[in-house]
């Protein structure tokens, strides 16, 4: 030693509880006036190796920044003194059954087994911790793979936490989740942890923050997230959008506090949308989206918040399409019409194919429940093959029936069907005490045409189907209002055999309410049939029809009793309440005949004849 440096080895063996043998190197220096014995002044580099300590027995006679309460295993650390202060400090670890309490708010940290390098720095504006090839197992048997990660806080003496920056080669969320309650992240973090019930892999991380972690007031970050799951929440107002999550995502970002962009990616992966859709989860074979937000400061209030999904493509087993959609907070405060929420909304979706007995599921809640179930209950069967969604207002008015003016509110859905299956006046399944109901009236099949929902009606426009036998062309028709009293309307043209249409106005309500008149009616040759249907769908006992069956040389017998009337020509209209010939004639016994008449309020029959 000389008068102002110093080397220092000190090999031992302690007592059994302390552990094995060590040994301690160091080579310091001290400041020229200050007195060799006094090592709180000393600077320097010091070496120790111990191939087991008893940790509990070491912290007695070193500071640590936390709470080391046990632990055994084999340490060696390189260490930096400066002026008596620890300014840096590297130690290989190898460690076993170690307790720790990392702040005094949080619950004890017991890890089972721990091996890697941790470098600490630190000086008067904070600190810095650096892991290599670092991997643990908890006492609970929660596994973190081997990785690297760097840690650097600012923090001067006294006072909190100002900033930092993270790097990791790689983060276990759902292991960082269940260790939330034994790490110092901030109450606010912590639940929102227990919230989320992350799980996934972020690799590439690097993040920087000014402030408090839980509240920054500035960050950058980026990385990748591989495996992503985040649990949703429904919201606390009844009836409002709750918080999304998500399932087997891989999630590509950059952000930071104005607003940042992501690729987001699902194979065999979910949404969940609580609140919009019921069941909220919605499965994908594949999804891909790119996604951009920005995040605009508001004095006095909470900042204005801008998703833009800029491209989103899906394929599930129910539809596949593509999708692009701005979302912005609204102007005021809390859940309301005007307030920050639901916010507002401007979607536009292309439909390639889709399942159309699956439409009814993609429905928003929003809309009301009565038009959710009687799309599903109508559309039995059949392809979408292509249509467009068009979505654009404030959500608080959703489905914008009415909206507060004209023209400020949008939501239609236009579809192209093919072969669809369309109970236009579905059964109902029993439900509330009350037993199933089964309509008494044919569902279209091999229906095409389009079809439109808009805000909260629904029209069929230039479809074509089968119905009862025969084939109807130029359909047309819907529901205006489907939320309050619905109506439907319908309206065709048929051809076909005139045997299967008289069937069909027999078979169908028409012919109760006609006391089945025409149920023994007969007839040969082919005709065409105008029909029109008015169908209080909540009062089917109100409902109405007018129809004309239009014969061209049929052969024709009414009654079993009635004379056979060949090649009849004439109209045959009817309506809920008879039927009536007009302008008919034909060969009768051998002779031209000329007559009209019809059904009477009595469920007679009476005809004028001459000829």
């Known amino acids: ?335 309301a019409r005007g307030g920050r929420y639901p916010g507002v909304l401007e979607l536009n979706a292309k439909i390639g194919r889709a399942q159309a007995d699956r439409v009814a599921r993609y429905l928003p809640l929003g809309i009301p429940e009565a038009t959710r179930s009687y799309v599903a209950r109508a559309v039995q069967g059949g392809m979408l093959a292509g249509g467009t969604i068009r979505l654009r207002g404030n959500l608080w008015d959703f489905p914008f029936r009415q909206a507060p003016r004209a023209g400020e509110g949008e939501f239609r859905i236009e579809a192209r069907v093919e072969d669809l299956v369309f109970g236009y006046v579905p059964s109902m399944p029993a439900h509330d005490g009350e037993a199933a109901w089964v309509s008494p009236w044919p569902a279209m099949t091999r229906l095409s045409g389009e079809l439109v929902i808009d805000r909260g009606s629904l029209e069929i426009r230039q479809a074509r189907a089968m119905l009862g036998g025969i084939q109807w062309e130029g359909l047309a028709g819907g529901i205006a209002t489907l939320a309050v009293e619905p109506v439907l309307r319908l309206s065709g043209t048929g051809r076909g055999a005139v045997g299967d249409m008289l069937r069909f106005v027999d078979t169908t309500p028409v012919g109760r309410w006609t006391d089945h008149v025409l149920a023994a009616a007969v007839a040969e040759g082919q005709g065409e049939m105008q029909l029109a249907l008015n169908l209080p769908l909540e009062d089917l006992d109100r409902s109405s029809v007018r129809g004309s069956l239009l014969l061209a040389g049929n052969d024709i017998r009414l009654t079993p009793a009635a004379p056979r009337l060949e090649a009849a020509r004439g109209r045959l209209d009817f309506t809920e309440q008879g039927y009536t010939l007009v302008g008919a004639s034909a060969r009768v016994l051998g002779g031209d005949v000329a007559f009209e008449g019809g059904s009477r309020p009595d469920g007679s029959l009476r005809f004028s004849a001459s000829g």
Not at 270 to 276: C, D, F, Q, R
Request: charged letters at 25%.
């Open 1 to 335: 030693n000389g008068v102002r440096q110093h080397a220092v080895r000190l090999d031992a063996t302690p007592d059994a509880a302390w552990g094995e043998r060590f040994s301690l190197r160091g080579r310091f220096v001290q400041p020229l006036l200050a007195r060799p014995s006094d090592w709180r002044r000393w600077s320097g580099n010091m070496y120790a190796e111990l191939p087991r300590a008893n940790l509990r027995e070491l912290r007695r006679h070193v500071n640590l920044p936390f709470d080391l309460r046990e632990g055994d295993g084999a340490l060696r650390a390189w260490v930096e003194i400066d002026d008596g202060e620890l300014r840096s400090a590297a130690a290989d670890v190898a460690l076993r059954a170690v307790e720790m309490r990392l702040a005094p708010q949080v619950e004890p940290l017991v890890v089972e087994q721990v091996q890697g390098r941790v470098v600490l720095q630190r000086d008067a504006r904070g600190g810095r911790v650096e892991v290599q090839r670092l991997g643990f197992v908890t006492g609970d048997g929660l596994r973190w793979p081997e990785g690297d990660l760097s840690l650097r806080w600012l923090q001067r003496d006294g006072q909190g936490l100002e900033g930092g920056e993270i790097v990791a080669q790689q983060l276990d969320l759902a292991l960082i989740a269940q260790v939330a309650s034994r790490v110092p992240l901030g109450e606010p973090l912590r639940k929102l942890l227990d919230e989320l019930q992350p799980q996934g892999l972020v690799t590439g991380l690097h993040a920087q923050w000014e402030g408090a972690l839980d509240a920054p007031r500035r960050y950058q970050a980026r990385g990748l997230i591989s495996g992503l799951t985040l649990a949703g929440k429904a919201a606390p107002e009844p009836g409002a959008p709750g918080r999304p999550g998500l399932r087997n995502a891989t999630l590509k970002l950059t952000a930071t506090e104005n607003g940042g962009e992501a690729q987001l990616a699902l194979d065999a992966g979910s949404i969940e949308l609580p609140g919009v859709l019921e069941p909220a989860q919605v499965g994908f074979d594949r999804l891909d989206a790119s996604l951009a937000w920005k995040i605009e400061p508001r004095p006095g209030a909470a900042p204005t918040v801008r998703l833009q999904v800029k491209e989103a493509r899906f394929r599930n087993a129910d539809a596949q399409g593509e999708v692009r959609a701005t979302w912005s907070s609204g102007a005021g405060d809390g859940f």
